[in-house]
T-cell receptor, first 116, second 115 residues
Framework: GAGVSQSPRYKVAKRGQDVALRCDPI?????LFWYQQALGQGPEFLTY????????KSGLPSDRFFAERPEGSVSTLKIQRTQQEDSAVYLC??????????????FGPGTRLTVT | QKEVEQNSGPLSVPEGAIASLNCTYS??????FFWYRQYSGKSPELIMF????GDKEDGRFTAQLNKASQYVSLLIRDSQPSDSATYLC???????????????FGPGTRLSVLP
């Protein structure tokens, strides 16, 4: 496909369970971003990869959140011991460039996580 | 904490009118400004970006940037009911600090175009 894909689209987890969210960026895109979007809010930055390097993880809310992109393509966001406050839509975006000011990001459809 | 502010709306305009969406930002070092449209339950899609002061036009959309006033706006001419969505302003700050601090979204403005 031509766009960013994410899976699963919906995930219901019981409190305390671990979850893994997958992002498949646009082929050839260097940069990959993860965002968390609460209802009625704009996306909030979680972490950023340039190829396989995680250059910024300052937005990860706690050490229960972990992201990786081992081969510089597909990325996985893992949340351990999920809490109710983790319920949100998790968006992945990719961008062709790795540096500079032209961060034209293209978003995937998101994963809606509900923690019960 | 760098901030991006938008009026949450809803902003209601009649079909065919001009919709004006506004965004202000706190970081004077900000360099790039983006407008995204997000339909309910969907992901954001890029509409326009602007780097330089002044106007940039693309079809029915015009982005306006005034760095001195730290203000960016989006005008939608001949508004259509299909334009009804939330419009997100995103700002990339100066090339210092982490990327997370540099790419900040506003809360979005809900636009409703009435037929």
């Amino acid at each position: 496909g031509a766009g960013v894909s994410q899976s699963p689209r919906y995930k219901v987890a019981k409190r305390g369970q671990d979850v893994a969210l997958r992002c498949d960026p646009i082929s050839g895109h260097v940069s990959l971003f993860w965002y968390q979007q609460a209802l009625g809010q704009g996306p909030e930055f979680l972490t950023y990869f340039q190829n396989e390097a995680q250059l910024d993880k300052s937005g990860l809310p706690s050490d229960r959140f972990f992201a990786e992109r081992p081969e510089g393509s597909v990325s996985t966001l893992k949340i351990q011991r999920t809490q109710q406050e983790d319920s949100a839509v998790y968006l992945c975006a990719s961008s062709l460039t790795g540096t500079g000011i032209s961060y034209e990001q293209y978003f995937g459809p998101g994963t809606r996580l509900t923690v019960t | 904490q760098k901030e991006v502010e938008q009026n949450s709306g809803p902003l209601s305009v009649p079909e065919g009118a001009i919709a004006s969406l506004n965004c202000t930002y706190s970081d004077r070092g900000s360099q790039s400004f983006f407008w995204y449209r997000q339909y309910s339950g969907k992901s954001p899609e890029l509409i326009m970006f602007i780097y330089s002061n002044g106007d940039k036009e693309d079809g029915r959309f015009t982005a306006q940037l005034n760095k001195a006033s730290q203000y960016v706006s989006l005008l939608i001419r001949d508004s259509q009911p299909s334009d009804s969505a939330t419009y997100l302003c995103a700002v990339i700050g100066g090339l210092h600090g982490g990327y997370g601090q540099n790419f900040v979204f506003g809360p979005g403005t809900r636009l409703s175009v009435l037929p």
